[in-house]
């Protein structure tokens, strides 16, 4: 069976740092990979998505991931964060199942 | 277009009490399914549906019902409630359901079952 875990339930960075939110993913097949991010009271919405074309996907408001296979990793990095970048972050993979297998989330804090 | 559209935002139910959430999405998607999403736990899926009149269970389908009549609507139905379905319940759709697909997620019902 598949699975997403996202190391660290709580990241804390200072505005203007590296943000580095981790995913590792467990499949036996190549897997479509996903981050969505989710804000206080909304519901998801997606960052970007690996689907095998390339391996560093670029995504919205700044984000990017780098799929690599050999460390079975989709992390997703921002150069710069924002106060605005302060939300829940969620990796999911699809194989197969017709849903999305979703990581438990890392709660992303920037610091002013 | 609105996307996916959820009501009610809130709800308190008492155990035993039955209510029925909705969904509707104006993307004309084939593929509509229902997430609860629980502290720590990430979504998981309840049930899922690829087209009018088609559905089947996911990961954590016991107490829910649905149905698809139409391409819009998918409706989550709790038959008896129960406090372990107080949860944010969050709809989503998809084109075709394929692996690849985008899912997009309605704003989420905020479930309290006392």
């Known amino acids: 069976a598949q699975s997403v875990t996202q190391l660290g339930s709580h990241v804390s960075v200072s505005e203007g740092a590296l943000v580095l939110l981790r995913c590792n993913y467990s499949?036996?097949?190549?897997?479509?990979l996903f981050w969505y991010v989710q804000y206080p009271n909304q519901g998801l919405q997606l960052l970007l998505k690996y689907t095998s074309a390339a391996t560093l996907v670029k995504g919205i408001n700044g984000f990017e991931a780098e799929f690599k296979k050999s460390e079975t990793s989709f992390h997703l990095t921002k150069p710069s964060a924002h106060m605005s970048d302060a939300a829940e972050y969620f990796c999911?993979?699809?194989?197969?199942?017709?849903?999305?297998?979703f990581g438990s989330g890392t709660r992303l804090q920037v610091q002013p | 277009n609105a996307g996916v559209t959820q009501t009610p935002k809130f709800q308190v139910l008492k155990t035993g009490q039955s209510m029925t959430l909705q969904c509707a999405q104006d993307?004309?998607?084939?593929?509509m399914s229902w997430y609860r999403q629980d502290p720590g736990m990430g979504l998981r899926l309840i049930h899922y549906?690829?087209?009018?009149?088609?559905?089947d269970q996911g990961e954590v389908p016991n107490g829910y019902n649905v149905s698809r009549s139409t391409t819009e609507d998918f409706p989550l139905r709790l038959l008896s409630a129960a406090p372990s379905q107080t949860s944010v319940y969050f709809c989503?759709?998809?084109?075709?359901?394929?692996?690849?697909?985008?899912?997009?997620f309605g704003p989420g019902t905020r479930l309290t079952v006392l």
């Open positions: 999911a993979s699809n194989t197969g199942r017709r849903a999305l297998t």
């Open positions: 549906s690829v087209g009018a009149g088609i559905t």
């Open positions: 989503a759709s998809s084109r075709t359901g394929a692996d690849s697909d985008t899912q997009y």
């Open positions: 993307m004309n998607h084939e593929y």
């Open positions: 499949s036996s097949v190549p897997p479509y």
